[in-house]
């Protein structure tokens, strides 16, 4: 009979505490991202009475300051010195900026109130990224909190559809009836998800876990399609070509020029169409909406707007649904119950500045566009920096259209990982 092997109990304990502490690593990183991507509500209800009102969510509130007090816990026994490296002079400035557009506010206590909850937004962005071990480890995480949320919107359209696709009965835009947002609050967030997914699956394939890869793209690329969202729909491909230009230039002022000049051409082509008889005809020739799906006639407001308060605007995340403009500026029609500019360099003016969103612009895509190509190039790292890289692409781009990446949320904390991991990339030496 052999004899039984033995191991020392060192060994036995630290195997035990290695498995308990990726477990709890895995847990805490993933009920992150699902109560970020559900935002603490999942399949929201869009057919009741709308209230206007600056309380905002107490759930969320709530949720997102129990998430920061937990991870904050975690990275004080985790090596916290890894965060400084993620203060930089860019981000001291843009949120000074945001700092003196509060004191300058309309309605400065509001303005307050949702700074800080940015700020822990931004918190919770960069302490996540130092939950998971490694690449892999990351991968693998945001694959199984992907399959997650696929399958129950899909479950939710087939079972719930009342709950999962948005519908005549919608109180704020009926409009939409018939687009996909599964457990997602609106359709944005929900084509928004299914790209960030077509990213991840892109990451895990390039990892060596192709079918699971696969299977993301495969679930994810159907639903973005019955989101109806022509700006997430149109970008993906665009996103994907830059990315792959922008890894194959090694000149980091040719790849930031690129990108920064498609960030101009979209702005110049769309809200230019609306004062350039030229441009204008451009539209037309490219078979494109003229007013860009109403558009038009909201960035025509918030320019106007702009020019009343041209350096520190009207006050951080202080403009849209206030008392202010839904009923002060009622004459105006529409376009005062209007959520957003529909354009996050816009809102961004209109909130804080021209000067605070040329700070924030440049905090936000064009510093981390410079951390990319400082970033060595390691090919067990390619796939991690490349994720980054698209979503950072991905939430520019989108942003000439939209304004998601200027409201506290899901988007907002991506765009802002993104940033924050490249900067990690660019300064750390991560384990593949």
């Not at 759930?59 to 998430?67: D, E, F, H, K, M």
């Not at 004191?103 to 918190?123: C, N, Q």
């Not at 997430?232 to 040719?254: C, D, H, K, M, T």
């Not at 700070?359 to 790292?381: G, I, N």
């Amino acid at each position: 009979m052999a004899q039984a092997q033995t191991y020392p109990q060192r060994y036995v304990t630290e195997t035990r505490v290695g498995a308990a502490d990726m477990a709890f690593r895995s847990a805490l990183f993933a009920v992150t991202l699902l109560c970020v991507w559900t935002s603490f509500n999942p399949f929201p209800g869009a057919d009741q009475p709308v209230q206007i009102s600056d309380a905002g969510s107490s759930i969320t509130q709530l949720g997102y300051s129990a998430l920061f007090a937990t991870l904050a816990a975690w990275c004080f026994k985790h090596q916290p010195l890894r965060l400084f490296f993620l203060i930089r002079p860019a981000m001291i400035l843009a949120l000074s900026w945001c700092v003196l557009s509060i004191a300058t506010s309309w309605e400065p206590s509001l303005s307050a109130r949702r700074f800080m909850f940015a700020l822990v937004t931004i918190g919770i962005a960069g302490m996540m990224l130092l939950v998971p071990k490694n690449a892999r480890h990351f991968a693998s995480l945001m694959a199984a909190v992907a399959l997650v949320l696929l399958v129950v919107s899909y479950l939710g359209v087939a079972l719930r559809p009342s709950l999962a696709i948005h519908q005549a009965s919608d109180i704020i835009e009926p409009e939409l009836a018939g687009d996909w947002r599964g457990v997602f609050s609106h359709k944005n967030g929900a084509s928004a998800a299914m790209v960030i997914f077509v990213f991840t699956g892109l990451m895990l394939r390039s990892l060596g876990s192709r079918p699971v890869g696969i299977l993301l793209i495969a679930l994810a690329l159907p639903f973005l399609w019955f989101t109806h969202s022509r700006t997430a729909i149109a970008e993906l491909p665009l996103v994907l070509l830059i990315s792959s230009l922008g890894a194959a230039v090694r000149n980091p002022v040719v790849g930031i020029a690129l990108t920064l000049s498609i960030i101009l051409g979209l702005n110049v082509l769309a809200i230019g169409s609306i004062y350039s008889p030229s441009l204008y005809a451009v539209v037309e020739t490219l078979r494109l909406d003229p007013t860009f799906s109403g558009r038009t006639d909201i960035w025509k407001f918030v320019v106007s707007r702009i020019a009343d308060h041209p350096l520190t605007g009207f006050g951080f995340s202080t403009f849209w649904n206030t008392d202010k403009v839904v009923y002060g500026m009622s004459q105006i029609g529409w376009v005062s119950s209007a959520g957003t500019a529909h354009n996050g360099y816009l809102d961004l003016a209109l909130t804080i500045g021209i000067p605070g969103s040329v700070l924030m612009t440049f905090w936000l895509v064009v510093a981390p566009l410079l951390d990319f190509y400082r970033v060595p190039h390691v090919p067990a790292s390619e796939p991690l920096k490349m994720f980054f890289f698209r979503v950072l692409l991905f939430a520019a781009f989108e942003s000439c259209f939209e304004s998601s990446f200027v409201q506290v949320g899901a988007f907002l904390l991506f765009l802002v990982a993104a940033g924050f991991g490249l900067r990690l990339m660019s300064k750390l030496r991560l384990s593949a």
